[in-house]
């Protein structure tokens, strides 16, 4: 075997390691780009030690750079009780032995070839094997063929949107709590910002629970406007395939039934695959971390492959623009908030749904606004969302103050009163949830652990129908249901407002109902 060829295995391997662990998320596909980014990176590298007649010390060396580079997350977690700065030192100190060693020392580089070669085969041979079980044993994203639909995809042949039709925002605020919540876990009073929607003509449903504490299974529910039975019993309790959640999110039928009213539907996604893209909408917006790549593949497997290297850490320490993620972060929330004012502007019947991860981590906003370099950085590194109670509540302030200016200048901008529904899809973490969050057993949770992850903020702005249908339990599977049956006729019926949970991250449709553990339910009993 060429001396060079292990330089391969080790720029394969860590990629491959990655999405070996998270094949019930990520499609094959995504990781096709770094797969040949690194190639190539490689290829030209190794060009170039072969005009210095120097490419098999160059392939050693490119082979050790890239394991310390790529699998430097794994090394830190191995070494977690030690400084960042400390672990990097250890990997540049080893980085460089092994460059002295090849360039002045080693007097048989064959043998060490063979040696990497050999270590590379085992870790790419090893990492196979486990992706090979996992398609064997089904645990592997697989998304659904989509189903043709009757809505008309091409707007030029959509029909025109009736004279009174209202333009509809749905907005969600990841992990935003409820007013009582908040009060009862955090030790904050919210009453000034829920009066403030309230005198601007909002219904703050103030008992609402997330039907489902998960992202993906709580918009899969409210945007479908069902409960998740169906497919759980279909895809059965020990299935850990996500595509069929992920696909249930593109399918909604919320967009179906509105373009088929003729709206144009205006997708601003999240950072998270689930709600990131839609290939339905007339318009996706985004603030790509990786831009150049954005229409390609999922933004959320390219990030966390580059929490794995140095410049993730290098780019937190130092707010190094470039390799940082919070500051990118930052400024996407503020991108998609001057969007929505510019959708706001449009003369034409639009449905927005835009999901932003606020009041959700990273902890990176003063109640200001400003950008903050969060604390502890070393125990996020893996992008493990930390329990930080007063930080949380920084970013509801400012996730308030955010809310009541776009409210105001949607309302400033449309020509008819907008439908505007403003909800959390899952509240925050509790304590114990946060560390293991991969591991945790909600099946074990306690109840006070349930109530917290459950209580959303839910609020309704109906123009002409003031609280028509409206209560205070009202959930988000219900939503849809009734703004269709209020304004366009619909006969749907409301559905009971029900949780339920989900046993664990590898479990993702072994659902169990815990609406009777919730503190509300258990005052009405």
Not at 135 to 154: G, K, Y
Request: charged residues 20%; proline residues 6%; hydrophobic residues 40%.
């Amino acid at each position: 075997m060429k001396s060079w060829f292990h330089s391969f295995l080790f720029a394969a391997y860590p990629i491959l390691l990655l999405y070996s662990f998270n094949m019930h998320e990520v499609e094959p596909v995504e990781i096709l780009i770094p797969l040949v980014l690194v190639t190539l990176v490689t290829m030209v590298i190794l060009g170039l030690g072969s005009i210095r007649s120097a490419q098999q010390k160059w392939a050693i060396c490119l082979s050790a750079f890239w394991f310390f580079f790529l699998c430097y997350g794994y090394i830190y977690e191995i070494l977690s009780f030690m400084r960042n700065i400390f672990v990097m030192g250890l990997c540049g100190i080893a980085l460089g032995g092994i460059a002295y060693h090849v360039f002045f020392r080693a007097k048989n580089l064959d043998r060490l070839s063979q040696v990497f070669t050999g270590f590379g085969g085992i870790l790419v041979a090893m990492t196979l094997i486990s992706i090979l079980i996992n398609i064997a044993t089904t645990d592997v994203f697989v998304r659904p063929t989509p189903v043709p639909v009757n809505p008309i995809e091409n707007a030029s042949e959509r029909p025109e949107p009736a004279p009174d039709a209202r333009d509809i925002y749905y907005l969600i605020f990841d992990r935003y709590a409820s007013a009582k919540n908040l009060k009862k876990y955090y030790g904050f009073d919210n009453t000034a910002f829920i009066n403030r929607l309230e005198q601007t003509g909002f219904y703050v449903a103030h008992d609402t629970y997330a039907n489902y504490p998960k992202t993906t299974h709580s918009i899969s529910s409210s945007l479908n406007m069902d409960y998740l039975d169906s497919l759980a019993q279909e895809m059965g309790p020990d299935n850990n395939n996500w595509g069929p959640l992920f696909s249930n999110i593109q399918e909604h039928k919320t967009w179906k039934f509105l373009k088929s009213r003729g709206y144009r539907y205006y997708h601003l996604g999240s950072f998270s695959k689930e709600s990131e893209h839609n290939i339905h909408a007339d318009v996706n917006i985004s603030y790509a971390v990786f831009p150049m790549m954005g229409f390609y593949t999922s933004q959320e497997f390219l990030t966390v492959l580059y929490r794995t290297t140095p410049l993730y850490h290098i780019g937190q320490k130092y707010a190094v623009d470039s390799y940082n993620f919070d500051k990118t972060h930052w400024r996407r929330v503020f991108y998609k908030l001057d969007e929505l004012r510019k959708i706001a502007e449009l003369k034409e019947t639009t449905f927005v749904y835009a999901h932003f991860l606020i009041p959700h981590p990273p902890y990176i906003f003063t109640r200001d606004g400003a950008f903050k370099i969060h604390a502890q950085k070393e125990a996020d590194y893996m992008f493990i969302d930390r329990y930080d109670p007063a930080a949380y509540i920084e970013q509801v302030i400012f996730t308030n103050r955010e809310i009541q200016k776009l409210i105001s200048d949607i309302l400033a901008s449309s020509d008819r009163e907008p439908i505007i529904i403003i909800q959390g899809d899952e509240g925050p973490w509790p304590e114990r949830y946060a560390p293991v969050y991969k591991e945790f057993n909600w099946r074990e949770a306690t109840d006070a652990e349930l109530d917290e992850k459950a209580g959303i903020l839910n609020a309704y702005y109906l123009p002409d129908k003031e609280t028509s249908g409206l209560y205070p339990s009202i959930s988000p599977v219900n939503t849809f249901r009734l703004i269709f049956n209020l304004y366009f006729g619909t006969s749907h019926t409301l559905l009971p407002d029900e949780s339920y949970c989900y046993r664990d991250e590898d479990h993702p449709y072994d659902l169990f109902p815990i609406t009777d553990r919730l503190s509300i339910r258990k005052i009405d009993q």
